[in-house]
């Protein structure tokens, strides 16, 4: 079999890079680093990197190599951030990074001076989602447009602070990771919250955990939200139910 290191010098059009399962001490940063002008088709960078929480220099330093990515998803890995490593990724790196998918942490270290129009965030904390973050996440370049996010625990001002770090939002998306999370209420607080959220055209609140309230949830509620703002085009909610196991069903209200 070729190797690894072989095959990607032959690639110098390679739009997509996908590394899967690979720790960053077994990809020699030498070679990388020699190989980088090989790789400026680039433009998808997915990496599944378990050992990241060790590893969170060399990944940086591994991040440099790659000039034109404009699209860059990392596995949730759980890593901590440190506010010394941002001097290892200088926003001159990875200058057209429009969309990221990360963890939280390494979310906030990688958006800073780059045109991030779309952001997916993972989490595995009860509390990552709070101000401190949202205003990590707001030092793009460029106004986002697009968020979707994990929520572990659920705070009900979490909106109106999203409305005043991210004004431009056009497509909101949660993921409720809690059981004790119950639509109605919550729907409810949102609909003062969103009344000024012009720009918004998509809100969708997903509720990923077993045993969901869904036969209790009222329709009213729902609709109660989108007569709020009249330029949203799609609301909804999505449950995931013990009793359709694996299966997810919509209440949506598609607006005209």
Known sequence: MI???VRLACSPYLLALELRGYGLSRIDPTFLQNLSYNFDSLRYLEVDQPSLRDDLIDFLNFL??????????ITPVGSAYNSELESL????SIPHLSTIEAPYDLAGTLVHGRPVLS???WSAR???????????LAEGSTPLKRLN?????WRDNVLLDIVEYFPTLQDLQFRVLREDFYPNLMLERLASDIKGFLPMQRFVIYHCAMGSPEDDFDHGTLKLLAVTNDRLALIGLRFKTERYEGNRRWVLLPLS
């Open 119 to 121: 952001l997916r965030l």
């Open 64 to 73: 440099a190599c790659f000039p034109q990515p404009s699209h860059l998803k």
């Open 3 to 5: 190797p690894l290191t």
């Open 126 to 136: 009860e509390n990552g989602l709070d101000r401190k973050l949202f205003s990590r």
């Open 89 to 92: 990724l200088p926003s001159t």
């Open 149 to 153: 996010v994990d929520c572990g625990k």
